[in-house]
């Protein structure tokens, strides 16, 4: 979950599609910390559009599983609707 005062940490890579860098491709991977400072959920996006999404879950313990349930990843990277998904077992 993330706070009013605290945005998401992310990494961007900038891919140029020629020596020229005439025009580039970005992805970005994005993650945030719950209020314990645990990893809650990380996904990547490309051009915009959502990639993949994975969000974990933590037991008494402290042991992370992953949420199958919210987790999940497009077919193919050409396709920018998010509710065509398959989840990441």
């Not at 961007?12 to 491709?25: C, E, F, M």
């Not at 042991?63 to 077919?75: C, E, F, G, K, S």
């Amino acid at each position: 979950m993330t706070d009013k005062q605290r945005e998401p940490k992310e990494a961007g890579v900038y891919i140029p599609a020629d020596d020229q860098v005439s025009s580039y491709t970005t992805w970005w991977q994005q993650y945030d910390y719950d209020s314990l400072n645990r990893l809650d959920w990380s996904r990547e996006i490309a051009n915009g559009a959502e990639i993949w999404k994975q969000v974990y879950t933590y037991d008494r313990y402290g042991n992370r599983t992953i949420d199958q349930t919210n987790t999940w990843a497009l077919v193919s990277p050409s396709q920018t609707s998010p509710p065509t998904r398959t989840r990441i077992a």
